[in-house]
């Protein structure tokens, strides 16, 4: 008795009912919406399937709230509908339920009506009188595209033609381009190593760089002097191919010392001094004049003029020599112009060839 009393206490929802649009085409939907004005405290709901008849069907729902700030709440519940059968057609009353402390009622929509139309319009009318024949204008272009596929294809003739005669003048050309002179392993390596000194680099903060360029210069040369890919290599695999090679035997232990010492700089970021760069550098240029290839080596870089030497390197006049003064004293007496700091390998060969120039011709002498 006490639910019923609380719920005669609280107003019946207000429901309006409407469909947009109110005329549509056969298989066309529509909206049914359906406002529900309640006092906050009441829930209110539609039935999980509605009865709309046979002319029409649910087909979505989706529904909203919204507080009218006076201590109601106006709910909406928009239907979407579908239309099924032509003619004038009545959605009949939906119920919608609402509760209040503990206790449901229902309270219905109003009847609305909807016109659904054929898609043939008057079903009564009778068949239009068959039209006559439509006269219709097409521009033909095959004309158009067969002179186009004609002008592309006489484009690409003449395009292979001028790419054809490029080719033969070309190949008409010089028979042999200047081949510019080898420039020796040994030579290279201590311009290179001049160059790196003159650089600076072995004064910075940071040694990481000059080793780097010490530890390439060095593998560059072994790899010309001795016939193997050295900058490709692991320093083990360096250490192999010298443990292969009798004519590296002198250094080979001092070689394999200095690059471990050059990889610990590298990649161990070992601390190395000013100092300690400038020896490095200068056991690289003793490794270098060490390991020179003379007459009698067999190595690929290497050989004396005269010789029989088919390397792609030239050696020095004189085997030997480790320094300035020995080519000067196999020159002749005049040194090779040393090429300055910083200056590129060829610079440095084209001094070595022009001391190679000077050298007094076979049996001559003073006597």
């Known amino acids: 008795m006490i639910a019923v009393a609380l719920i005669a206490a609280v107003a019946a929802p207000t429901v309006t009912a409407r469909v947009s649009p109110a005329e549509v085409t056969l298989g066309d939907r529509f909206d049914l919406v359906i406002e529900v004005v309640h006092d906050s405290s009441v829930s209110v709901n539609l039935p999980a399937a509605v009865d709309l008849g046979p002319a029409f069907a649910e087909e979505g729902r989706r ?105 033969r003048r070309r190949a008409r050309g010089p028979a042999a381009a200047a081949v510019p002179p080898v420039v020796p392993a ?84 070992f601390p190395a001094t000013p100092d300690e760069a400038r020896a490095a550098l200068y056991r690289a240029r003793q490794f270098v004049h060490r390991t020179r290839a003379d007459a009698g080596a067999s190595g690929p870089d290497r050989a004396r003029p005269g010789a029989g030497a088919t390397g792609p390197d030239h050696a020095r006049p004189d085997a030997g020599a480790t320094g300035p003064a020995e080519d000067a004293e196999a020159t002749g007496g005049e040194p090779a112009p040393p090429a300055p700091p910083g200056a590129p390998a060829a610079a440095a060969a084209a001094a070595h060839t022009a001391a190679q120039q000077r050298e007094p011709p076979a049996g001559g002498g003073d006597g």
């Not at 990481?208 to 790899?223: K, Q, V, W």
């Open 63 to 167: 529904q909203t709230m919204r507080d009218n700030g006076d201590g109601t709440v106006t709910h909406t519940f928009t239907l979407t509908v579908g239309a099924y059968d032509v003619g004038d057609h009545e959605v009949p009353p939906i119920p919608v339920s609402y509760a209040a402390a503990g206790t449901a009622a229902t309270v219905q929509t109003p009847p609305l009506h909807v016109a659904v139309a054929s898609f043939v319009g008057d079903r009564d009318a009778g068949l239009q009188p068959i039209a006559g024949p439509v006269e219709v204008q097409q521009t033909d272009w095959t004309v158009v595209y067969a002179l186009a596929a004609v002008a592309a294809a006489l484009a690409l003739g003449f395009a292979a033609l001028g790419v054809r005669a490029v080719l």
């Open 186 to 269: 040994d030579v290279e390596a201590l311009a290179r190593l001049d160059q790196l000194e003159a650089s600076g680099a072995l004064d910075a903060d940071d040694l990481d760089p000059a080793y780097t360029a010490l530890s390439e210069i060095l593998r560059a040369y072994l790899g010309r002097r001795f016939g193997f890919p050295a900058l490709d290599l692991t320093t083990a695999e360096i250490n192999a191919e010298l443990a292969a090679r009798p004519e590296a035997a002198a250094v080979r232990d001092e070689l394999a010392e200095w690059l471990a010492a050059c990889d610990l700089v590298k990649f161990a970021e």
